[in-house]
């Protein structure tokens, strides 16, 4: 089984990636992406077990905002480190649609980029095969304070200097 | 200039021990090269022709003599005696050892300095005018928002990793200085009916491979809103800019692509939803940025100074000097003064160690301890008592720093070019040097006057060729270095220069420049109009009849 990182532990995943429904029969708990699920949206969410989606960096965040509510993840792929995309649809999800569930950042992840992913709002990390959970936690801690408002820290720190 | 509290010091001190992580991590192999590059680079760290370079942050141009000399001891310690202004009010170091980096970083931070996002396709160092704060035409000091803006950007965590580098310019005054009409952003301070401060917003301005002048997309944003301004700008930005292909990804594009229509509605109905949110700014934040800027101490002293009055009569090189590198000020009795940093035989730009030292102790015995770097790539001593004018010319004529040439056309702007950076399709030091060789005598260049030229080696156009008077880009033809040749370019009002035709070899880019000059000069109505007002009013041809359609060239094909 997978390690994930979850909020700041070390967990096992009981998700599985799954691209059709055939895949999925047998499993409880399921992410797929975004075009397999808007193709059969009522029979994936007719299933019993967990359900999650799957976003490449460039889908719209928009598209799911009316199911949000039934999905217990939504995966956010980084192909690259440097495409920065992700970031601003894990923001939309946390501040503009309120979405609650693990936001999970899957891809290039890496100890260098968790301090970032963190404050834009996701709380789970798959992390890539040539580094360790265990080392990419400690990038979490990169920085004790941060200037401007994050999904972690609404507040910006020129509020926060002022209670 | 700002004085950081505990929280700042410890911030850049953090990003101290990440970068000595991450260098360790590489130079173990732990990173692979892929993974550091982009990581360096947000750290101001390239691998360059011959070393690595680092490009240390100057926030919007501010030194104090104590971080100038901690600049000097770096080229001392780290790197030959050298270093090279920039044109974004930045310095570079040519020559630093990769693995002596962090301990580079270390000492910065002992002087709360920085090279955080002077490189990478994250917001850059925030620049502004180099007379901030001292300029009679001011309406606010920029460098409070230059700061705001300073610890938004910084590890903003959604912007870190843009389809490209963004570049953000503040001007306080009336006139544009910082050169809003060519950036990423532009913020340029105006005032509502009601006299409320504000910002008119600038978007997709650039140069480059694509010069473009910005579109504003907002004739007043309330200063409180500049942050939530900004993240609406940037999101729409990073969501949509193109990553396909690094020549498209600039926010111009973008703008362009969608129409400057499209793209401000898609902006105003982001920021419709941040508006008024958490981000705005609070009136107790301006003001304890404003608390925390060490303002000079200026005394009561007539606005006529005796003794500069008793030394212009007398003297005649001072009295050049004062007229072409000595400007008014606010304040009554004092001047700001430009050390030229363009004399002959040397690259533009560049300053010994020695030579920054002795600036930071100049800026202690006759200023308030305080050194401006103008995108010129001149250094500023901003608070002069006109009294001390005679005796710092002095100082500063020993220094090398006295050229009286600011606005003339040695007065070069120039990029590193082909010497130092690995971009570059060609040289720009030796041109820049061939040109004021060629025009040495001070009488002729004071009878050409205000004149600026501009140097690139590549089409990134870090020497801003785009909007020089004169300029002169680097270009490669089948492995050989040529020159592109462009008139007509402006800073303010911001007018991009035009090609006068096919470029031409090194050798020829003196007498192409004398050429030009002729030309101006039997074209001129009176000693007043300037070079680029001619090529305004007479348009290319003359300029280019006497270069292209006169045997003696030859010129390269295309």
Redesign the interface.
């Known amino acids: 089984m997978v390690k994930l990182i979850l909020g700041s532990t070390l967990v096992d995943d009981s998700f599985v990636t799954v691209e059709s429904l055939e895949q999925a029969a047998n499993l409880p708990d399921v992410i797929v992406p975004l075009t397999v699920f808007v193709a059969h949206k009522a029979q994936w969410l007719a299933r019993s077990g967990k359900l999650g989606v799957w976003l490449a960096a460039g889908d719209d965040a928009e598209v799911l905002a009316e199911d949000l509510e039934h999905l217990s993840v939504v995966a956010i792929d980084f192909p690259s ?5 992700g ?3 894990a ?1 939309l999800l946390r501040e ?1 649609y309120h979405y609650r569930g693990q936001v999970r950042a899957v891809g290039d992840v ?1 100890r ?1 980029v968790m ?3 963190a ?2 709002g996701f709380n789970a990390f798959v992390v890539r095969a ?1 580094d360790t959970p265990e080392n990419a936690l400690l990038g979490l801690n ?9 999904v972690d820290k ?6 926060r ?2 209670a | 200039m700002y004085q950081y509290d505990e929280i700042d010091q410890r911030i850049v001190d953090e990003r101290v021990a990440q970068f000595r992580s991450q260098t360790q991590r590489f130079l173990t192999g732990e990173l692979s090269e892929d993974d550091f590059r982009p990581l360096r680079l947000q750290n101001g760290l390239y691998i360059q022709r011959h070393a690595p370079m680092l490009r240390v942050a100057i926030p919007y141009g501010v030194l104090s003599s104590r971080q100038l000399h901690m600049l000097a001891h770096i080229a001392r310690t780290y790197d030959r005696g050298l270093g090279h202004f920039t044109t974004r009010q930045n310095i570079q170091y040519n020559w630093p050892p990769l693995e002596r980096v962090p301990d580079i970083l270390a000492d910065l931070a002992t002087v709360q300095m920085h090279a955080i996002q002077t490189s990478g396709n994250c917001v850059r160092n925030t620049t502004t005018d180099h007379f901030a704060g001292v300029a009679a035409d001011e309406l606010i000091d920029p460098r409070v928002y230059c700061e705001l803006i300073r610890q938004w950007s910084t590890f903003h965590p959604e912007f870190a990793y843009l389809p490209r580098k963004f570049k953000i310019a503040v001007n306080g005054a009336v006139a544009d200085r910082a050169a809003t009409w060519v950036h990423d952003i532009g913020l340029h301070v105006c005032t509502d009916d009601a006299g409320h401060l504000g910002f008119r917003v600038i978007v997709g301005g650039g140069l480059g491979r694509t010069p473009i002048i910005g579109t504003v997309i907002r004739e007043f944003l309330p200063v409180q809103h500049v942050l939530t301004y900004l993240d609406a700008i940037l999101r729409i930005y990073n969501r949509h800019g193109r990553r396909d292909n690094k020549h498209k990804a600039r926010i111009k594009i973008l703008v362009k692509s969608l129409t400057p229509e499209r793209f401000q509605q898609e902006v105003e109905e982001e920021w419709a939803r941040l508006k008024d949110g958490p981000a705005t700014v609070v009136p107790e934040e301006l003001a304890r940025i404003e608390a925390r800027m060490i303002r000079p101490q200026y005394a009561a002293l007539p606005a006529q100074s005796a003794v500069l009055k008793e030394a212009l009569e007398r003297d005649i090189p001072f009295k050049r000097w004062h007229e072409r590198n000595v400007h008014a000020h606010k304040v009554a009795g004092y001047a700001s003064v430009v050390l030229s940093l363009k004399p002959t035989g040397t690259p533009p730009g560049d300053a010994s160690a020695v030579q920054m030292d002795a600036v930071a102790d100049l800026a202690d015995q006759y200023g308030f301890g305080e050194i401006r770097v103008s995108h010129e790539q001149n250094l500023i001593l901003p608070d002069i008592a006109q009294d001390d004018l005679p005796a710092l010319y002095l100082a500063l004529k020993e220094l090398g720093f006295a050229t009286p040439n600011i606005g003339l056309l040695t007065n070069i702007i120039a990029c590193p070019g082909g010497d130092y950076c690995s971009l570059a399709n060609a040289r720009s030091i030796p041109v820049a040097q061939a040109i004021q060789e060629r025009f040495n005598d001070l009488d002729e260049l004071y009878e050409i006057g205000e004149l600026d030229l501009n140097i690139s080696g590549c089409m990134n156009a870090c020497g801003h060729h785009h909007v020089g008077h004169i300029g002169i880009l680097g270009v490669d033809k089948h492995g050989q270095e040529f020159y592109q040749i462009t008139i007509g370019g402006s800073q303010a009002p911001a007018r991009i220069g035009r090609v006068i035709g096919p470029s031409v070899s090194q050798e020829e880019v003196p007498d192409v420049m004398e050429q030009l000059i002729d030309v101006y000069l039997e074209q001129r109505n009176g000693g007043h109009e300037r070079f680029v007002d001619v090529v305004e009013r007479v348009g290319l041809e003359p300029f280019r009849a006497r270069i292209y359609d006169e045997p003696h060239l030859e010129v390269a094909n295309g």
């Open positions: 480190f440097t495409d920065g995309r970031y601003s649809t923001r503009k890496f260098d301090f970032y992913l404050r834009c040539s990169t920085f004790s304070e941060s200037y401007q408002s994050g609404p507040a910006p720190l020129y509020r200097r002022l």
